[in-house]
């Protein structure tokens, strides 16, 4: 089952950089390649893969994902697989301990 997120499943807007579009994007790991948290085409793929790890669907889970990526994520992080492995460690962390408040909010679509 692998998750797809589209850009309107996410809650911040990122520009979409055309001069890397076609460039390849996060697959996995070993990836030391530099992460730009503000290019859609960099973000999505990455998001999909810290969901799929999580096994997550609920747009709640993704919303905090993507928080922690824009403003919580420190400096020295800086590679795909840096990004990747500290979202995956915070948001472990973070899923237990936050009850649900709302209705799963899922955005799930197969590829």
């Given at each position: 089952?692998?998750?797809?997120?589209?850009p309107s499943?996410l809650?911040?807007?990122?520009a979409r950089?055309?001069a890397?579009r076609?460039?390849?994007k996060?697959?996995g790991?070993?990836?030391?390649?530099?992460?730009?948290?503000?290019?859609?085409?960099?973000?999505?793929p990455?998001?999909e893969a810290v969901?799929?790890e999580?096994?997550?669907?609920d747009?709640?889970?993704?919303h905090?994902?993507e928080?922690?990526m824009?403003?919580?994520?420190?400096?020295?992080?800086?590679?795909?697989?840096e990004?990747?492995?500290?979202l995956?460690?915070?948001?472990?962390e973070?899923l237990?301990?936050?009850p649900p408040?709302d209705?799963?909010?899922p955005?799930?679509?197969e590829?």
């Open positions: 089952m692998a998750i797809v997120i589209k499943d809650y911040y807007k990122y950089k055309k890397t076609d460039l390849p996060f697959a790991k070993p990836d030391a390649h530099p992460f730009d948290n503000g290019d859609q085409f960099e973000v999505i990455l998001l969901m799929n999580l096994g997550s669907v747009g709640r889970v993704l905090r994902a928080e922690i824009i403003n919580e994520i420190p400096g020295f992080i800086r590679t795909r697989e990004v990747f492995d500290c995956v460690a915070v948001m472990r973070e237990p301990a936050r408040t209705p799963v909010t955005f799930y679509r590829s």
